[in-house]
T-cell receptor, first 115, second 113 residues
Framework: NAGVTQTPKFQVLKTGQSMTLQCAQD?????MYWYRQDPGMGLRLIYY???????DKGEVPNGYNVSRLNKREFSLRLESAAPSQTSVYFC??????????????FGEGSRLTVL | AQTVTQSQPEMSVQEAETVTLSCTYD???????LFWYKQPPSRQMILVIR??????QNATENRFSVNFQKAAKSFSLKISDSQLGDTAMYFC??????????FGTGTRLKVLA
């Protein structure tokens, strides 16, 4: 079972460059999320998508855009990367309703470094 | 504001011993879910255990159990018979409402041989 797949797993960018992190899930989940993980700060929500066609800002959305391309895919775009966006990014999805107690299923993470 | 606090940044335990990781949270909601996630060096976040707030019985999963104190807003994780493979970062998380999850800052656990 693939679960949640993120690409790329590692990326180095220069300040001002743009890039897109891709995420796909094959579990027919409605909700998808993007988090960033920084040392000492846990996971912080960037954006989420409750269902296909909808997206909402999370705690730290500045500098990011998202696209819910279809039910499977949820991408995160950095239009003009900044060193403050150096982080590990996680995509997650959740089954509908209270199935599995609202458990989030995570991808393996993408380590992004902005020089 | 809803918050999750893990007050132990790092802990260590001898193999085969028992260790307890602390987590407190703050919310005005009456029904919610609490989770412990494990993040090994491979980075993959894996669910360890979940607790539904309306259930008084503490959740258990093999060597992992929780001590859920709803009135005190406390949700600690006990790992029994610790194994080297338990070495990881552990995150406590709270599901607030339909879509929002709040994570603590994590506790790095090292199991010593």
């Amino acid at each position: 079972n693939a679960g949640v797949t993120q690409t790329p797993k590692f990326q180095v960018l220069k300040t001002g460059q743009s890039m897109t992190l891709q995420c796909a899930q094959d579990m027919n989940h409605n909700s998808m999320y993007w988090y960033r993980q920084d040392p000492g700060m846990g996971l912080r929500l960037i954006y989420y998508s409750a269902s296909e066609g909808t997206t909402d800002k999370g705690e730290v959305p500045n500098g990011y855009n998202v696209s819910r391309l279809n039910k499977r895919e949820f991408s995160l775009r950095l239009e003009s990367a900044a060193p403050s966006q150096t982080s590990v990014y996680f995509c997650a999805s959740r089954p509908p309703g209270t199935s599995k107690g609202g458990e989030l299923f995570f991808g393996e993470g993408s380590r992004l470094t902005v020089l | 504001a809803q918050t999750v606090t893990q007050s132990q940044p790092e802990m260590s335990v001898q193999e085969a011993e028992t260790v307890t990781l602390s987590c407190t949270y703050d919310t005005s909601e009456s029904n919610y879910y609490l989770f412990w996630y494990k993040q090994p060096p491979s980075r993959q976040m894996i669910l360890v255990i979940r607790q539904e707030a309306y259930k008084q019985q503490n959740a258990t999963e093999n060597r992992f159990s929780v001590n859920f104190q709803k009135a005190a807003k406390s949700f600690s994780l006990k790992i029994s018979d610790s194994q080297l493979g338990d070495t990881a970062m552990y995150f406590c998380a709270f599901k607030a409402g339909t879509y929002k999850y709040i994570f603590g800052t994590g506790t790095r656990l090292k199991v010593l041989a």
